[in-house]
């Protein structure tokens, strides 16, 4: 039986970090398996996060450098993760960091140069997953629902909070996924306004209150009427959402209530337009999963119809970075990575580029 010894690297639109998770996977009975063997998060020091966040509006010239210094850094994080641990790998699958997503343009963009995490590290590396499928006419995301159809199959809802709310469900033999709108990045925004990397347990945002006018603006957003496939990114949040929360005059903890009640609503809403059953299994995972605020308002704006599973905090916080390792294994062996069921893409793909050192 083989067992592939992979390397996910994963870098969110929340900024937290980069996470780096180990992992073995096999087939029994032709069904897919996998385990996280070992994890790493590495926070970003303040002059690269700054450098990540604004990285839309370097030249072109200067994003190719960072694309190659980053993939760099990508490529001694790890090496050193493999030395510390003394691991042994087959390759390493990384994401990269997503600085442009423009689908209705026909582009998008992951740094992180998949040759130089390559040849630093000195392992094969595949990257670049999200191209081809764009080429296809697709949105080039979300990518995970390969994961949850092929290892989370007994949930009827996978849900990921990250910098942006995300689900996944099977609907006619088919899986459906899309980008639902604001999650980690909205909250996340706020607290850094007094210098809070986020709100732990969602404390604050618990003892607010609505601001029923910054509601109303968020809930009408144009973004949440169009239909799916969509996917959607930083900019979208940069020029259509930032304007609702910074003219919002009102405290901390009013706006940080009113984004979790609009957050948990929109998902709500998706869910049971999607639910063809009395009784539903929802897996939660991503940052935003540990946040106890969110997640009992999520539960409470999904009722009896909906039972959120809990899970462990390593596949809260690592289940994207495992997917992608998977992904990884996926293209290797030729297979389909990427559903046009979800990306609206011509056809489903074997999408990555691999680079040997």
């Known amino acids: 039986m083989k067992i592939y010894k992979v390397i996910g690297l994963m870098s969110g639109t929340s900024l937290d970090g980069l996470d780096l998770a180990y992992c073995h996977f096999w087939k029994d009975a032709l069904e897919w398996q996998f385990k996280i063997v070992t994890t790493k998060s590495i926070s970003y020091k303040s002059e690269l996060k700054t450098k990540l966040k604004s990285s839309i509006n370097l030249s072109a010239s200067e994003l190719l450098e960072f694309n190659n210094t980053y993939g760099v850094w990508l490529g001694e994080q790890t090496k050193l993760f493999i030395t510390e641990k003394k691991l042994e790998v087959d390759f390493i699958a990384s994401h990269?960091?997503?600085?442009?997503?423009?689908?209705?343009?026909?582009?998008?963009?992951?740094?992180?140069?998949g040759q130089h995490i390559a040849n630093t590290s000195g392992l094969k590396t595949i990257s670049d997953?999200?191209?081809?499928?764009?080429?296809?006419?697709?949105?080039?995301?979300?990518?995970?629902?390969?994961?949850?159809?092929l290892l989370f199959s007994k949930y009827d809802f996978c849900i990921n909070l990250g910098g942006i709310s995300n689900v996944s469900f099977e609907q006619n033999s088919k899986r459906i996924a899309y980008d639902i709108g604001l999650a980690n990045m909205a909250l996340?925004?706020?607290?850094?306004?007094?210098?809070?990397?986020?709100?732990?347990d969602g404390a604050l945002a618990k003892k607010g209150k609505v601001n029923q006018k910054m509601l109303q603006q968020l809930n009408q957003l144009e973004y949440y009427n169009l239909p799916y496939p969509k996917s959607t990114g930083y900019e979208w949040f940069l020029k259509e959402v930032v304007p609702i929360i910074d003219t919002t005059q009102d405290s901390i903890e009013n706006l940080l209530h009113t984004i979790v009640m609009h957050i948990c609503s929109k998902i709500s809403?998706?869910?049971?337009?999607a639910s063809k059953k009395e009784e539903n299994t929802v897996l939660v995972t991503g940052g935003g999963a540990l946040n106890e605020f969110?997640?009992?308002?999520?539960?409470?704006?999904?009722?009896?119809?909906?039972?959120?599973?809990?899970?462990?905090?390593?596949?809260?916080?690592?289940?994207?970075?495992?997917?992608?390792?998977?992904?990884?294994?996926?293209?290797?062996?030729?297979?389909?990575n990427v559903l046009a069921s979800?990306?609206?893409?011509?056809?489903?793909?074997?999408?990555?580029v691999i680079y040997i050192p």
């Not at 997503?98 to 740094?111: A, L, Y």
């Not at 996340?188 to 986020?198: A, C, F, G, P, S």
């Not at 959120?308 to 294994?329: D, H, P, R, W």
């Open 294 to 336: 969110l997640m009992s308002t999520l539960q409470e704006k999904l009722g009896s119809m909906f039972s959120i599973k809990t899970t462990s905090n390593i596949l809260i916080e690592f289940k994207e970075a495992m997917i992608f390792a998977f992904m990884g294994v996926l293209r290797n062996e030729e297979k389909n």
């Open 342 to 352: 979800v990306t609206g893409a011509k056809k489903d793909s074997s999408s990555g």
């Open 96 to 113: 990269g960091h997503t600085t442009h997503h423009q689908p209705e343009k026909g582009f998008t963009f992951q740094i992180g140069s």
């Open 129 to 149: 997953f999200r191209t081809n499928d764009i080429s296809l006419g697709g949105q080039g995301a979300p990518l995970v629902p390969i994961g949850d159809k």
């Open 269 to 273: 809403l998706d869910l049971k337009a």
């Open 188 to 200: 996340n925004h706020v607290t850094q306004k007094i210098d809070l990397e986020y709100d732990k």
